[in-house]
T-cell receptor, first 109, second 116 residues
Framework: AQRVTQPEKLLSVFKGAPVELKCNYS??????LFWYVQYSRQRLQLLLR??SRESIKGFTADLNKGETSFHLKKPFAQEEDSAMYYC???????????FGTGTRLLVSP | DTEVTQTPKHLVMGMTNKKSLKCEQH?????MYWYKQKAKKPPELMFV???????INESVPSRFSPECPNSSLLNLHLHALQPEDSALYLC???????????????FGEGSWLTVV
């Protein structure tokens, strides 16, 4: 079974502070991991995929298979980063994308 | 064009009504999806179409009836819904087919459905 856990419902930080949004997963095979972001009144957008290993808007995420984690990090948070962030998992060769419960990031000035 | 377009944006329907949600993409994607998202909850998969054939039905009640008329269009027909079906319905698409890997799933803005 596929399961994604995001332990924090809300993460509140000040502008310029480091941010880490936690994501742990459960899957018996090799998963694909994603971070999606949903800004207020906007559509769900892909932020990062683990296979591309890129940095988008200053965010990075590393897949740690030993700890079954895919935490999202940014060294210096900006107010425009305030949004709902969803970690998601898809089993290789399967179409079903399973989302975590989401973490709302609030960056205050 | 990397957009998935959904209509209508808002829909209010009675429990005896029949209505449809529509979704369109012109990215050449051959997999299309319906997700349901309740307030403050993550999206939950309902259906997946692959090459215009239904490949996944997540035990969705029959009052929701998907249809994929062609590779660019996806409909969700609604009939005899309940108030608890009120939610944001998200359409999405991606490039892969049944055995595809690693392709981005693009989401539409969603259709807000209220059942009264």
């Amino acid at each position: 079974a596929q399961r994604v856990t995001q332990p924090e419902k809300l993460l509140s930080v000040f502008k310029g502070a480091p941010v880490e949004l936690k994501c742990n997963y459960s899957y018996s095979g090799s998963p694909e991991l994603f971070w999606y972001v949903q800004y207020s009144r906007q559509r769900l957008q892909l932020l990062l995929r683990h296979i591309s290993r890129e940095s988008i808007k200053g965010f990075t995420a590393d897949l740690n298979k030993g700890e079954t984690s895919f935490h999202l990090k940014k060294p210096f948070a900006q107010e425009e980063d305030s949004a709902m962030y969803y970690c998601a998992l898809r089993g290789k060769g399967f179409q079903k994308l399973v989302f975590g419960t989401g973490t709302r990031l609030l960056v205050s000035p | 064009d990397t957009e998935v377009t959904q209509t209508p944006k808002h829909l209010v329907m009675g429990m005896t009504n029949k209505k449809s949600l529509k979704c369109e993409q012109h990215m050449g994607h051959r997999a299309m999806y319906w997700y349901k998202q309740k307030a403050k909850k993550p999206p939950e998969l309902m259906f997946v179409y692959s090459y215009e054939k239904l490949s996944i039905n997540e035990s969705v009640p029959s009052r929701f009836s998907p249809e994929c008329p062609n590779s660019s269009l996806l409909n969700l027909h609604l009939h005899a819904l309940q108030p608890e079906d009120s939610a944001l319905y998200l359409c999405a698409s991606s490039q892969e087919g049944v055995q595809g890997q690693g392709n981005t799933i693009y989401f539409g803005e969603g259709s807000w459905l209220t059942v009264v």
